[in-house]
Every structure is written in C-alpha cells, then in structure tokens.
C-alpha cells in the first residue's frame, strides 16, 4: 500500500510559478516511478510528467515540456512538480500517482499503469 499527498496548489496569474509537492508513504519510495497526471473539467484525465525511481530518467508530455520540471528527492519520500510560465490551459486539478510496477529507469505515461493515486490539488491559472 502507498499514500500520497499532494500540496502546493492554488491560484496565479498567467505567467507565473507554482511547485506541486506530493508525500509519500507506506511501501518503500526508491523502488517505484512516480507521475504527475492532471484533470480539467469535462475532460479526461492527462499525463503531465514522470519520474523514475532514481530520478535518472524523466519524460514530459509536449504541452509542458520546457516549462515543467519533475523532481524527486529519496530521503524525503517526495516527489516535486515545478511549473513556470503558467497558462489558463494548464487550469486543472492536478493528481500524483505511484507505478509499483515500474522496473530499472523506466517510465511510463499511460495512466492505466499507476496503482496509487493522491486525491489532487487544484491548480486555477488566471488569464
């Protein structure tokens, strides 16, 4: 079993920064991938970004790429999701997941992977 707590959400202005931090507890943290998924209203859950259990591989979806960073860090048990240069489109709740199943620096995007969700935090980019 993993628990995952995510914070850090909130409401900024177009152009702006936020950092999205999710806890981990429960089984241990290095031996699984972590991603970050987000949901807007009305539409289908999304990959956002992804982390390998060492943190030596990372994968972005397009729409983020180069303005979000995911990180990691062991000995916290917490994995890190830093947004700059915010949009009204990135407007979502936004969702860590724990993939138990990943292995060696793999990571995967397909939400249907993950095994634990956190229960999200809100993210409003206003315009």
């Known amino acids: 079993q993993v628990q995952l707590v995510e914070s850090g959400g909130g409401l900024v202005q177009t152009g702006g920064s936020l950092r999205l931090s999710c806890a981990a507890s429960?089984?241990?943290?290095?031996?699984?991938?972590m991603g970050w998924f987000r949901q807007a209203p009305g539409k289908e859950r999304e990959f956002v970004a992804a982390?390998?259990?060492?943190?030596?591989?990372?994968t972005y979806a397009d729409s983020v790429k180069g303005r979000f960073t995911i990180s990691r860090d062991n000995a916290k048990n917490t994995v890190y999701l830093q947004m700059n240069s915010l949009k009204p489109e990135d407007t979502a709740v936004y969702y860590c997941?724990?993939?138990?199943?990943?292995?060696?620096?793999?990571?995967?995007?397909?939400?249907?992977?993950?095994?634990?969700w956190g229960q999200g935090t809100q993210v409003t980019v206003s315009s």
């Open positions: 429960g089984r241990t943290f290095t031996s699984y991938a």
């Open positions: 982390i390998s259990w060492s943190g030596g591989t990372t």
């Open positions: 997941a724990a993939d138990l199943q990943s292995y060696s620096d793999y990571v995967s995007q397909s939400r249907y992977e993950y095994d634990y």
